[in-house]
C-alpha cells in the first residue's frame, strides 16, 4: 500500500511538471505554463512546433518569448503577447508610457541567428513588438515603441504594424509582401538590401508618399501604394 502511494504521487508529480501538447503535438503556452516554467521570458530552447494557447500578459523590464533554438515554428493562434507600454495618439503625434529605455524589450525575439517561424497573432506595448530571423506572417503589432516588426533574413508576409511610435515594418535581407503599415510615428517600411511588393503604407509621421518607407540597397516591385499613390 505504502509503495502504491509513493508511486502515484511520483507519477503526478512527472505529469504536474511536463509540458502540456496539443493533440498534434505542439507545445502549448499559456500565463500559467510560463509562470510553473519560472516566468518572463519564456525560453524555447528546442525545436519545434509551439503555439499559444491563451494570451500573455509579460510585467515591465522583460521580454516576452526568447526563441534560443533554430527549427522553431511558433503559433499565436489568434492570441496576444502584451507588454505594459501603452501609446496614444497617431502619426508623429503618437506618445508612449512605460519606457524601458535604456534596456529595451522585446515581445518576441530570436537569439544568435537562430532561425523561426511566428504567425497569427498579436504583439504589442514593447520597445519591439516582433524581432526575428526567420519568417513572421499574418502578425499584428501595435503601441510599440521603437518598431512593430523586424524581420532579417526570411520573409514577412500579410503583416500589419499600426500605432508604433517610430516605423511600423523593418527588414534587412528579406522580402514583404502583402503588409500594411498605417498611422505609425515615422516610416512605414524600412528596408534594407530587401524587396517589397504589394504592400499598403498610409499616413504615417514621414506621410509624403516618398518618405513612407526609408530604403537601403532596397528593390520596390512597383505596386506597393504610399497614400494611394505608387511607391
Request: net charge negative; glycine share 12%; proline share 4%.
Amino acid at each position: 500500500m505504502h509503495k502504491f502511494t509513493l508511486a502515484a504521487v511520483f507519477c503526478a508529480v512527472l505529469l504536474c511538471c511536463a509540458p502540456a501538447f496539443a493533440i498534434d503535438g505542439q507545445v502549448l503556452i499559456n500565463q500559467s505554463t510560463v509562470m510553473a516554467a519560472g516566468g518572463f521570458p519564456y525560453k524555447i530552447t528546442q525545436p519545434g512546433s509551439y503555439k499559444l494557447s491563451g494570451n500573455l500578459v509579460v510585467p515591465a523590464n522583460t521580454n516576452g518569448i526568447v526563441i534560443e533554438a533554430n527549427g522553431v515554428t511558433l503559433d499565436l493562434n489568434g492570441f496576444a503577447v502584451s507588454g505594459p507600454l501603452s501609446c496614444t495618439g497617431l502619426g508623429e503625434s503618437i506618445s508612449c508610457s512605460n519606457d524601458p529605455e535604456p534596456n529595451p524589450t522585446y515581445g518576441i525575439v530570436t537569439t544568435n541567428l537562430d532561425f523561426a517561424t511566428v504567425k497569427n497573432g498579436t504583439v504589442s506595448g514593447f520597445s519591439g513588438g516582433l524581432n526575428i530571423e526567420g519568417i513572421a506572417e499574418d502578425i499584428f503589432a501595435t503601441s510599440n515603441l521603437d518598431y512593430g516588426i523586424s524581420v532579417s533574413d526570411g520573409v514577412m508576409e500579410r503583416c500589419a504594424a499600426n500605432f508604433n511610435r517610430d516605423t511600423g515594418l523593418a527588414i534587412a535581407a528579406s522580402a514583404a509582401l502583402q503588409n500594411t503599415a498605417n498611422f505609425n510615428g515615422e516610416y512605414g517600411l524600412r528596408a534594407a538590401t530587401s524587396s517589397f511588393s504589394s504592400n499598403v503604407f498610409l499616413a504615417n509621421g514621414n506621410d509624403s508618399p516618398g518618405a513612407q518607407i526609408l530604403l537601403t540597397a532596397s528593390v520596390s516591385g512597383n505596386n506597393n501604394s504610399c497614400n494611394g499613390s505608387a511607391c
